[in-house]
């Protein structure tokens, strides 16, 4: 059964980060989202800036920047037919394994075994990343964390989905809900439905469900299967202060 996604986020004061990745009600286009969220004033201070391929973090405003460590990073790169998805620095760890022809078959997983989750104890925040073929709509999901919070041992998780459904979409987040420690997302990604074709309405959805003190920027993407065309949703909740 698939759960209604909009419901799981609204009921859930922190999820920390998330990733969806699935395919719209026609099957013809394949959706992706990722948001940030943050409860302290270093984690807030951030948008979505779009770049070439991608996006970025950005501080809103750079006097307020503490600490750019793990909040500044490329959350979307695309590589060829490819569009990678990740909560932090690892994008680029992909990336530069797809890019390699000296890595293995596999250099999506072969990249993220190279990495472990983020050194910010006690919370050792996981590393989630996803991967889409934006000709076919096949994807993955992939979770780096502790082991119960146990900085010792790491714990690697790949999920492949080589043939999605048209309609649904697999969810994951860096937290299971809001606490102290925060507790990791457990067990598989969350199997969900996508019902909007456009990516605008998907967005503002979303973006509606999640914690209104806490959320801080989203971004959605919607590939034309056919063309691999994509067209890009930004949600930023705080203005740099350029603006």
């Known amino acids: 059964m698939k759960e209604n996604l909009y419901e799981y986020l609204s009921g859930n004061e922190y999820p920390g980060r ?32 779009p770049i ?59 990249a993220l075994n190279t990495r472990t989750f983020e050194d910010d104890g006690p919370n050792w925040t996981p590393r989630i990343s996803g991967l889409v073929d934006m000709g076919t709509g096949a994807c993955k999901l992939s979770i780096l964390k502790s082991d119960c919070g146990n900085e010792q041992s790491v714990q690697r998780f790949t999920f492949d989905y080589p043939q999605p459904l048209a309609g649904e ?37 979303l973006w509606e469900a999640l914690n209104e003190d806490n959320k801080v920027s989203l971004f959605v993407r919607a590939i034309d299967l056919k063309t691999q065309d994509y067209e890009d949703v930004i949600i930023n909740k705080y203005k740099t202060v350029e603006e």
């Open 18 to 49: 998330g990733i969806c990745v699935g395919k719209t009600p026609t099957g013809s286009k394949a959706m992706i989202a990722y948001f940030i969220m943050g409860r302290s004033v270093n984690s807030r201070n951030r948008v979505f800036d």
């Open 52 to 110: 070439d391929g991608g996006i970025r973090t950005l501080a809103a405003d750079p006097s307020k920047m503490t600490d750019p460590h793990l909040i500044i990073y490329n959350p979307v790169l695309t590589f060829g037919k490819t569009t990678i998805v990740t909560n932090g620095d690892q994008t680029n760890t992909i990336y530069d394994f797809m890019s390699s022809n000296d890595n293995p078959v596999y250099p999506f997983e072969a």
């Open 169 to 205: 979409g697999h969810f994951i987040s860096t937290y299971k809900c809001n606490g102290n420690p925060i507790p990791s997302f457990a067990g598989e990604p969350i199997r969900v439905a996508i019902d909007e074709e456009d990516p605008s309405e998907y967005a503002g959805k």
